[in-house]
């Protein structure tokens, strides 16, 4: 028998390559079962206010379409090889979840350990999240979370 686990890669989670694909950075998204998604930095590891709003408007759009009454997301961020972001991507992302913050499970940031400056950052707005009742956590690696939640990519329908 196969194995079950799905495994996260550069560029691809399990056997599939990303649903969808930010244009100008290369920056992933993959829709999830359980209901969510799971987004990868590209080739630009600097995000901008366009990666935001692709992440919070046109990729969610997508996603939003396939809950059902009751269904609750789940975010999973592999965010290791992010270098930075603009204050307007930062409050950009921050609005997007206190506005999805009462359909929401679970948010979940991968960050490299050596990103001290990027760390930082993501805790000022993780903790205004965690503030107004989010669970919110912080990792090195998602494997641990994907096999822990049995992800698996969904059709993006």
């Known amino acids: 028998?196969?194995?079950?686990?799905?495994f996260l890669h550069e560029?691809?989670?399990g056997r599939e390559p990303?649903?969808?694909v930010h244009e100008e950075t290369g920056f992933r998204v993959w829709y999830l079962a359980p209901l969510g998604m799971l987004t990868q930095v590209g080739e630009v590891t600097d995000a901008g206010d366009s990666v935001a709003e692709f992440l919070s408007k046109t990729a969610f759009e997508r996603l939003e379409q396939r809950r059902s009454p009751g269904d609750?997301?789940?975010?999973?961020?592999?965010?290791?090889?992010?270098?930075?972001?603009?204050?307007g991507a930062r409050k950009i992302m921050t609005d997007w979840g206190m506005r999805v913050r009462a359909e929401t499970d679970r948010?979940?940031?991968?960050?490299?350990p050596g990103g001290k400056v990027v760390k930082m950052g993501v805790s000022v707005a993780t903790m205004a999240l965690q503030v107004a009742g989010f669970s919110v956590s912080v990792v090195d690696d998602?494997?641990?979370i994907i096999d822990e939640m049995r992800v698996r990519p969904s059709d993006p329908g």
């Open 142 to 144: 998602l494997q641990a």
């Open 18 to 20: 990303p649903h969808v």
């Open 1 to 6: 028998m196969a194995d079950a686990r799905v």
């Open 107 to 112: 948010i979940t940031i991968a960050l490299s």
């Open 72 to 87: 609750r997301y789940v975010f999973l961020h592999d965010w290791r090889r992010l270098t930075g972001y603009t204050p």
């Open 11 to 13: 560029g691809r989670l």
